[in-house]
């Protein structure tokens, strides 16, 4: 493949030093021959009126009134869209001075002779067959032999290509006054020029055939470039001179990597952290890499602390061996359930207070017994009224024989006080009719109800 890339070269080489110099369009220097006619009048009128004015009145000079000249322009291009172009002309004419100038209007004709320089920029290059151009540049005049002006030359014109540096021009000037003898008029003109000299030939040079190409092997692994698929890097001839592939971009060749597909460490040849346990945390960083586990228990299960089944983050008795059905806690016997109901039966107070009577003492000594047995066993203490009085009355007061039932089993029976609460719901938890005194005396109660959580 390198060989037949550079005998491409060097045919491409032999062949542009056959190839023609590209061709300049800049103008050599040119003398042409211009006819052309003076207007003294219309750039007169322009100025006493307007263009608009002129024109609508059919006042512009004709043929009759302007006068023939002849001169001679040598042309020199500058660059390929820009001539120099030197002027000599005359003509006879009739000269309106201007007013300004304190010299009457000539009314005879008399020797016009003008000479200029300037440019004309030509919108296309001349290879074209006919090209637009703006002319600019400076005069002087002298008329009579006697009066010198300075002007101005502006205009637009035409170039025309006849072939081997032969144009026709031509041009619609005007000349602009600049001194006080000068006067603004319009020139039209028509010429043909030629070129003073022959169009040098730029001799063809024929390059030197290139050498032949050197075989070399720029990275030195001795694989020459023209064999080598990775010249700039040095590599093995089993991989055409480029280095061992790493596929996965993990840095260990697939030549050396157990898992060539997948990114990995070098001290796992290549392959990832392994997770024997599949739970999605690597063994790095798993606590427990052979049992399945959690991110934020770092790849361990979630703990069982009573080893009851149910893990912590669902047992409501962590610390408590218990069942699923209650949550992770133990069921409480029916026969508890019904001993701390009936002990809820007879707890009495003073009429209309809070104030426990004495004969309620036995029954909380007994539910008392019940929660030192089990350190894990709660207790909720609701306090309840019947529906006479009104609610500012029942409900402080339904409040208040809870708590009295709280602070006896707390301060007299010794039971801790974290495992009890409290709460008066006054007479919105009716079990009886109220309408009957048997179910006014039913409905004013304290319950007591056992719990794990």
Not at 42 to 52: F, G, P
Request: a neutral charge; proline letters at 6%.
């Amino acid at each position: 493949m390198k060989k037949f890339l550079f005998a491409l070269i060097a045919i491409g080489l032999s062949a542009g030093s056959f190839a023609q110099t590209p061709v300049s369009y800049k103008k050599r220097p040119t003398l042409a021959v211009n006819f052309f006619l003076k207007d003294m009048t219309t750039a007169n009128l322009i100025d006493h009126s307007s263009l608009s004015t002129v024109l609508s009145k059919n006042q512009w000079a004709k043929l009759k009134d302007m006068s023939p000249g002849l001169s001679f322009n040598y042309y020199e291009g500058l660059t390929e869209h820009v001539d120099f172009v030197g002027t000599l002309g005359g003509s006879f004419v009739k000269y309106p001075f201007s007013y300004f100038s304190g010299v009457p209007a000539s009314t005879d004709s008399k020797f016009l002779l003008e000479t200029s320089a300037g440019l004309n920029i030509k919108l296309l290059r001349d290879k074209y067959f006919v090209v637009p151009y703006f002319n600019i540049g400076l005069g002087v005049s002298m008329y009579g032999g006697t009066y010198f002006a300075a002007y101005m030359p502006t205009g637009l014109g035409l170039q025309f290509d006849l072939g081997e540096g032969t144009y026709v021009h031509t041009l619609f000037g005007y000349n602009a006054k600049i001194s006080n003898f000068a006067t603004n008029h319009l020139n039209y003109s028509i010429g043909i020029g030629s070129p003073l000299k022959e169009k040098k030939e730029v001799p063809l040079v024929v390059a030197p055939p290139p050498p032949p190409p050197v075989e070399i092997d720029t990275d030195g692994d001795g694989i020459l470039d023209s064999k080598d698929k990775c010249p700039a890097v040095a590599g093995v001839a089993k991989y055409d001179g480029c280095p061992v592939p790493d596929t996965d971009g993990d840095g260990i060749n697939d030549e050396n990597d157990k898992c060539p597909t997948v990114k990995g460490l070098a001290k796992y040849n290549g392959c990832p952290v392994p997770d024997r346990d599949k739970d999605g945390i690597n063994d790095e960083e798993d606590k427990c890499a052979d049992v399945p586990g959690v991110a934020r228990y770092q790849g361990c299960p979630v703990p069982d602390g009573d080893k009851d089944g149910i893990n912590d983050e669902e047992d409501k008795c962590p610390d408590v061996p218990g069942v699923r059905e209650n949550n992770g806690c133990p069921v409480i016997k029916e026969e508890v359930i019904k001993k701390v109901a009936a002990s809820s039966k007879n707890i009495f107070f003073v009429t209309g207070s809070a104030k426990l009577m004495s004969k309620s003492f036995k029954s909380l000594k007994e539910v008392a017994a019940i929660l030192k047995a089990d350190a894990a066993l709660k207790l909720d203490i609701e306090g309840h009224t019947d529906n006479t009085g009104s609610d500012k009355i029942n409900e402080p007061l339904s409040k208040n024989r809870a708590i009295s039932v709280y602070d006896y089993l707390a301060t007299k029976a010794g039971v801790d006080a974290s495992k009890l609460s409290t709460e008066g719901f006054g007479s919105t938890k009716p079990v009886a009719d109220n309408k009957t005194a048997k179910g006014r005396g039913l409905n004013r109660r304290v319950e007591m109800k056992l719990k794990y959580y």
